[in-house]
Protein backbone atom coordinates (compact mmCIF):
# COMPACT_ATOMS: atom_id res chain seq x y z
CA UNK A 1 0.00 0.00 0.00
CA UNK A 2 1.18 3.51 -0.78
CA UNK A 3 2.44 5.62 1.92
CA UNK A 4 -1.19 7.52 2.08
CA UNK A 5 -3.46 6.58 5.84
CA UNK A 6 -5.91 3.93 5.22
CA UNK A 7 -9.65 4.71 4.93
CA UNK A 8 -11.61 3.77 8.21
CA UNK A 9 -13.70 1.44 7.63
CA UNK A 10 -15.59 1.01 11.04
CA UNK A 11 -14.88 -2.77 10.74
CA UNK A 12 -12.88 -4.11 13.45
CA UNK A 13 -9.36 -5.93 13.13
CA UNK A 14 -11.38 -9.05 13.73
CA UNK A 15 -13.87 -9.09 11.21
CA UNK A 16 -11.69 -7.30 8.82
CA UNK A 17 -9.38 -10.85 8.75
CA UNK A 18 -12.62 -12.20 7.79
CA UNK A 19 -13.40 -10.23 4.99
CA UNK A 20 -10.08 -9.41 3.56
CA UNK A 21 -9.36 -12.69 2.12
CA UNK A 22 -12.51 -12.49 -0.05
CA UNK A 23 -11.22 -9.16 -1.34
CA UNK A 24 -9.82 -9.91 -5.39
CA UNK A 25 -6.04 -8.14 -5.76
CA UNK A 26 -6.24 -4.51 -7.31
CA UNK A 27 -3.76 -2.25 -9.21
CA UNK A 28 -3.05 0.07 -6.47
CA UNK A 29 -4.35 2.95 -8.66
CA UNK A 30 -7.73 1.44 -11.23
CA UNK A 31 -7.26 2.78 -14.48
CA UNK A 32 -10.53 4.64 -15.88
CA UNK A 33 -12.44 7.83 -14.37
CA UNK A 34 -14.30 5.80 -12.12
CA UNK A 35 -12.48 3.72 -10.04
CA UNK A 36 -14.85 3.23 -7.06
CA UNK A 37 -17.49 1.84 -9.54
CA UNK A 38 -14.97 -0.13 -11.01
CA UNK A 39 -13.62 -2.03 -7.69
CA UNK A 40 -17.59 -2.37 -6.79
CA UNK A 41 -18.10 -4.18 -10.15
CA UNK A 42 -15.16 -6.40 -10.09
CA UNK A 43 -16.04 -7.36 -6.26
CA UNK A 44 -19.72 -7.81 -7.52
CA UNK A 45 -18.64 -10.25 -10.43
CA UNK A 46 -16.51 -11.94 -8.23
CA UNK A 47 -19.60 -12.99 -5.39
CA UNK A 48 -17.22 -11.30 -2.66
CA UNK A 49 -20.86 -9.27 -1.28
CA UNK A 50 -22.52 -12.84 -0.48
CA UNK A 51 -19.16 -14.65 -0.05
CA UNK A 52 -19.32 -12.02 3.26
CA UNK A 53 -22.74 -11.89 3.59
CA UNK A 54 -22.82 -15.83 3.91
CA UNK A 55 -19.88 -15.47 6.19
CA UNK A 56 -21.36 -12.97 8.45
CA UNK A 57 -24.59 -14.94 8.62
CA UNK A 58 -22.14 -18.22 9.96
CA UNK A 59 -20.88 -16.36 12.29
CA UNK A 60 -23.78 -14.77 13.60
CA UNK A 61 -25.30 -18.12 13.54
CA UNK A 62 -22.97 -19.93 15.59
CA UNK A 63 -22.70 -17.22 17.96
CA UNK A 64 -26.95 -18.01 17.90
CA UNK A 65 -27.85 -14.66 17.40
CA UNK A 66 -30.25 -14.79 14.84
CA UNK A 67 -33.46 -15.90 15.12
CA UNK A 68 -34.65 -18.18 12.13
CA UNK A 69 -38.21 -18.18 13.40
CA UNK A 70 -38.61 -14.82 12.66
CA UNK A 71 -37.00 -15.33 9.03
CA UNK A 72 -38.95 -13.90 5.86
CA UNK A 73 -38.61 -14.83 2.31
CA UNK A 74 -40.06 -12.62 -0.37
CA UNK A 75 -39.43 -12.59 -4.36
CA UNK A 76 -37.50 -9.47 -4.15
CA UNK A 77 -34.64 -12.00 -2.65
CA UNK A 78 -35.70 -15.55 -3.94
CA UNK A 79 -37.28 -15.87 -7.35
CA UNK A 80 -41.17 -17.34 -7.45
CA UNK A 81 -41.08 -20.10 -9.46
CA UNK A 82 -43.40 -19.17 -12.91
CA UNK A 83 -45.82 -21.07 -13.76
CA UNK A 84 -47.64 -21.91 -10.52
CA UNK A 85 -50.94 -23.14 -10.16
CA UNK A 86 -53.83 -21.07 -11.19
CA UNK A 87 -56.27 -19.96 -8.50
CA UNK A 88 -58.68 -21.66 -9.93
CA UNK A 89 -56.85 -24.77 -9.03
CA UNK A 90 -55.83 -24.03 -5.21
CA UNK A 91 -57.77 -25.10 -2.73
CA UNK A 92 -59.89 -22.38 -0.93
CA UNK A 93 -59.08 -22.60 2.60
CA UNK A 94 -62.60 -20.75 4.25
CA UNK A 95 -65.86 -22.90 4.73
CA UNK A 96 -67.75 -21.26 1.77
CA UNK A 97 -67.90 -18.71 -0.76
CA UNK A 98 -68.08 -15.09 0.30
CA UNK A 99 -71.15 -13.61 0.05
CA UNK A 100 -71.54 -10.96 -3.03
CA UNK A 101 -71.15 -7.46 -2.74
CA UNK A 102 -72.62 -6.53 -6.09
Known amino acids: ?7 KSGLS ?7 E ?3 PP ?5 PGPRPVDDRLCRWTEAGVFDQVHRMLLA ?3 AARRIDWTRA ?4 SHVRAKRG ?3 SDLRRSTVAGRAASTT
Open 84 to 86: GLT
Open 21 to 23: PVL
Open 59 to 61: ELN
Open 72 to 75: CVDA
Open 26 to 30: WPERS
Open 13 to 19: DERWALV
Open 1 to 7: MSGRKPY
